[in-house]
């Protein structure tokens, strides 16, 4: 005899488990449609019927009409067509353009009239001067030296370039063995750039003898 729970209490009950159902598979009358279709094919030779299409019926092809081509010249005939229905005709077109060229013409004889005349302008002209052939040519002056007195680069010569060149010739490494021609030649214009980058002279342009360069190597070979 099972003894009643406490009071209170829920009643204990057995624990259900999970159960999987499964159904049969009724596969009968998909079975017997296949025995059909196979009893079906046996009894055709082949395996298919043939089909007997309908034939056309004599004169559907008669009926039938192509469109007739196109003419290249059928576009150029509409432009011309639409711009006659505009006005645009080719008389009118002559029309416009003898219009335009009587126009043009009448504007420049308008404006030639406003003109001064050319015989009123000679007359009032003033009459060309008569001393100006017999004026006397007055010489331009001596152009004078771009780099101011003093001043030599290569291409000069004279006694101020042999000058130069002696006075080169006392410092040591810059003119060595160079002539004292009196021309102020290539070796002598790189000399002049070897002292000038020697001892710092940066007053005059390289390679040619101004003021500041001058005035160094007079200092430096003035014994």
Do not use: C
């Amino acid at each position: 005899m099972s003894t009643p729970p406490a009071p209170g209490r829920p009643e204990r009950r057995r624990t259900l488990e999970p159960t999987r159902v499964l159904r049969r598979r009724r596969t009968e009358a998909l079975a017997q449609l296949m025995r059909e279709h196979d009893e079906a094919m046996a009894a055709v030779p082949e395996g298919y019927e043939d089909v007997i299409l309908p034939s056309p019926a004599p004169g559907a092809e008669d009926a039938t009409q192509e469109l007739p081509p196109v003419a290249p010249r059928r576009r150029a005939q509409r432009r011309e067509q639409a711009a006659e229905g505009f006005g645009f005709g080719p008389n009118l077109r002559r029309a416009a353009v003898v219009v335009a060229v009587g126009a043009a013409a009448f504007v420049g004889f308008a404006a030639a009239l406003l003109l001064p005349g050319n015989a009123q302008g000679e007359e009032a002209g003033p009459a060309p001067s008569a001393t100006a052939s017999t004026a006397p040519s007055v010489s331009a002056p001596a152009a004078a030296d771009p780099d101011g007195p003093g001043f030599l680069r290569e291409g000069d010569s004279g006694p101020e370039v042999t000058e130069l060149q002696e006075r080169l010739l006392r410092i040591p490494d810059v003119y060595t063995d160079g002539a004292t021609s009196g021309s102020y030649d290539t070796a002598l214009t790189e000399a002049v750039a070897r002292f000038q980058l020697w001892y710092g002279i940066r007053g005059d342009e390289t390679g040619v003898y101004g003021d500041d360069t001058r005035k160094d190597l007079e200092a430096r070979t003035a014994s």
